[in-house]
């Protein structure tokens, strides 16, 4: 059977193509690669050797993704990925840092992860761990979430944060938490509250099998007595109490706490004279070693007030203390040791003392007639 003339035309097409194909190949093997021309094609063959020219080609690299590294001596080739994870976070100075920094990574993971090393490098690098991991030898991947939130509280290459996490992993274990996602959500907490040292100490203090720590401790609801225990906690927006009328001029408060007070006092002023605050915030290093932790006046959040001009006793008899059992709450604050109350809060019935809570807690409170005991055990219940 004969061939039709365009049956012809298609061979002689299908031939010229593949002669094409074979010149090609054989005299440039670079056509293939994605943005080569002649002033970059001269940098491959000066700086590739045959065997990353032949990884370039199989693997069909485009040229802008490592030309930038590749005239520095510690470029290779197969680490181009790690090199532009690395550049993309900003993160490195110079060049140099990026090439000594990507393979060490690479080698490292790859050793450990084969297949999964450069996805394990994405997790590292996302989380600004990649340096850890590197100078560190007991490094775990599970343990990601729990690193990303202690090396908040440590300095720029204090590595020591790996070792002291898993410290306290084992600790926050020894206490029944076995989830490490529980973990990790608990050790988010404890490092919006504490600083370095304190955290360090909250989680190696010995404590009575009865009291828990408080891993919220900035919460408005804190609950802080013998069986809730706070460490070396200092709030973080303390701020010096002024236009107030008080014993001492430095009286610190909770910024939230301080404007509802100024607020209560002024218009307390337009009916009552002689308000008196008699105490605020206490930091750590005023109390005793017995107090320390589990005293409320940590928090910056409780006051203790009182009429000038009239023995401290009688206060509770007094139209002020009865005008702020009626009204505090509308300002954000509950008596804390209300009558009736003393087998639930283990305090006897204190008209000085009040606790900011913020309003609606308050009026909640108020309105129930619950001690803030009596509110986080049926929070616990529920």
Known sequence: MKLKTWHLFLVIIILFGCSFYVVNLHFDKFYRVNGVNNDNRVLIEKYLSEDEQEYLIDN??????????????????VNYQYYNLLKGTNRYDNTEDILETGNSLATRLEY??????????KILVHNALEEAFLNTDNFHFDYIDIYTSVKTLYQQNDYSFVQDSEEYILYLQSKGYEDLQQISQIMKMLTQAYNQQTLMNLLTTTLPSDVH??????ELDTLVNKQNYIGQYEPKELILVQDI?????????QKDAYNALLKLYNDLSKEYKGFLLRGAYQSPQTLK??????CEAQLGLTIEVTQSQLPYQEFAQTEMAQWLEEHAYEYGFILRYPQRKASITNHAYDAHIYRYVGKSLAK???DSQLTLEEYQLQNEGE
């Open 60 to 77: 069909q690299i485009s040229i802008d993704l490592f030309i930038q590294y590749i005239e520095y001596d510690d470029f290779q080739l």
């Open 112 to 121: 450990l992860y084969h297949q999964q090393a450069y996805d394990q490098a």
């Open 364 to 366: 909640s409170l108020h």
């Open 289 to 294: 070693d017995d107090e320390m932790g589990y």
């Open 245 to 253: 009328p008080r014993i001492n001029y430095t009286m610190y408060l």
């Open 213 to 218: 720590i408080v891993f919220n401790p900035y």
